[in-house]
């Protein structure tokens, strides 16, 4: 599975960013989908997850109400809208797959397949 992001840049506190992620390769319009991130001198954060079927996401508590995930009708694009975006949203940011399985829920931060991050700078 390849994945490609893009949509990261530098945006002022309070403004807007949309990031994209286009996976290719396998059936992967049955697997979850999620966004990590990861912020210079910090461990890579889980910020949001969307299921195969785009009935169900999840979000970290700090970007609840300001991010939206979301996939595309044949489910191979996941997008992030980030709103209000704040100084501490400056991180690497990450598109990851994850393989179905029983043992492991969709908001779980264990993923198989990941991009190769795109740059968010929020200015204060």
């Known amino acids: 599975v390849q994945l490609q992001a893009s949509g990261g840049g530098l945006v002022q506190a309070g403004g807007s960013l949309r990031l994209s992620c286009t996976a290719s390769?396998?059936?992967?319009?049955?697997?979850?989908m999620g966004w990590f991130r990861q912020a210079p001198g910090k461990e890579r954060e889980f910020v949001t997850a969307?299921?195969?079927?785009?009935?169900?996401?999840w979000y970290e508590d700090s970007v609840k109400g300001r991010f939206t995930i979301s996939r595309t009708g044949v489910q191979n694009t996941v997008y992030l809208q980030m709103n209000n975006l704040r100084f501490e949203d400056t991180a690497v940011y990450y598109c990851?797959?994850?393989?179905?399985?029983?043992?492991?829920?969709?908001?779980?931060?264990?993923?198989?397949?990941w991009g190769q991050g795109t740059q968010v700078t929020v200015s204060s």
């Open positions: 969307i299921r195969w079927n785009g009935d169900a996401s």
């Open positions: 990851a797959v994850q393989v179905p399985r029983t043992s492991v829920r969709f908001d779980e931060p264990l993923y198989d397949y």
């Open positions: 390769g396998r059936t992967v319009s049955v697997y979850n």
